[in-house]
């Protein structure tokens, strides 16, 4: 059943395209009559900090059924390589390292970003591929993901967890 596509829908998809958008303006910053050190954190920013962001956010803002849409849209290759409702625990947690390790890397980049190899030399690289691995992590956590991350956006949204996984936390305490 086709969800309609409203303002959610639209301005998630501009977030991402956005998200996406944002290294390319490293070079006007780069050009810009900024001191070096203002340069310099706004191109970190711009490369390994806002893509995530953002992505979050239109994650959020569109919503499962947003992507639904999404997936309706472009058809054969979400439909294909689109995430299932449920996943299992092994991928599910595979899908957190990759969801949680850019979020990482965008957030200490600029502070240890010097003792990792070829960072000051490749930073785009390491951007590109961060920003691959968290889009991708939203496929390999599969579509109920996409409730739990609105939820973290939604004031009145409770975690509800089944009488078997609150036993498994009461006994791993």
Request: net charge positive; aromatic share 16%.
């Given at each position: 059943?086709?969800?309609?596509?409203?303002?959610r829908?639209?301005?998630?998809?501009?977030?991402?395209?956005?998200?996406?958008?944002?290294p390319?303006?490293?070079?006007?910053?780069?050009?810009?009559?900024l001191?070096?050190?203002?340069?310099?954190?706004?191109s970190?920013?711009?490369?390994?900090?806002?893509?995530?962001?953002?992505?979050?956010?239109?994650?959020a803002?569109?919503?499962?059924e947003g992507?639904?849409?999404?997936?309706l849209?472009?058809?054969?290759?979400?439909?294909?390589?689109g995430?299932?409702?449920?996943?299992?625990?092994?991928?599910?947690r595979?899908?957190?390292?990759?969801?949680?390790?850019?979020?990482?890397?965008?957030?200490?980049?600029?502070?240890?970003?010097?003792?990792?190899?070829?960072?000051?030399?490749?930073?785009?690289?390491?951007?590109?591929?961060?920003?691959?691995?968290?889009?991708?992590?939203?496929?390999v956590?599969?579509?109920?993901?996409?409730?739990?991350?609105?939820?973290?956006?939604?004031?009145?949204?409770?975690?509800?967890?089944?009488?078997t996984?609150s036993?498994?936390?009461?006994?791993?305490?």
């Open positions: 059943m086709a969800v309609r596509a409203g303002w829908f639209r301005i998630g998809v501009a977030i991402f395209v956005l998200g996406f958008a944002a390319l303006g490293i070079p006007l910053v780069a050009a810009s009559e001191p070096a050190a203002w340069k310099t954190v706004l970190g920013a711009l490369a390994l900090g806002v893509p995530e962001v953002l992505m979050v956010a239109a994650a803002v569109m919503g499962k992507f639904a849409e999404l997936k849209r472009f058809g054969r290759f979400f439909k294909k390589y995430p299932p409702d449920q996943v299992s625990p092994t991928r599910y595979i899908g957190l390292v990759m969801f949680t390790l850019p979020l990482l890397l965008a957030f200490l980049g600029p502070y240890f970003g010097g003792h990792l190899p070829g960072y000051d030399s490749y930073w785009l690289a390491w951007a590109i591929t961060g920003d691959a691995f968290f889009v991708a992590s939203f496929f956590l599969g579509g109920g993901f996409w409730n739990k991350l609105r939820a973290l956006f939604v004031h009145s949204a409770r975690a509800v967890f089944s009488a996984e036993d498994q936390g009461a006994k791993n305490e």
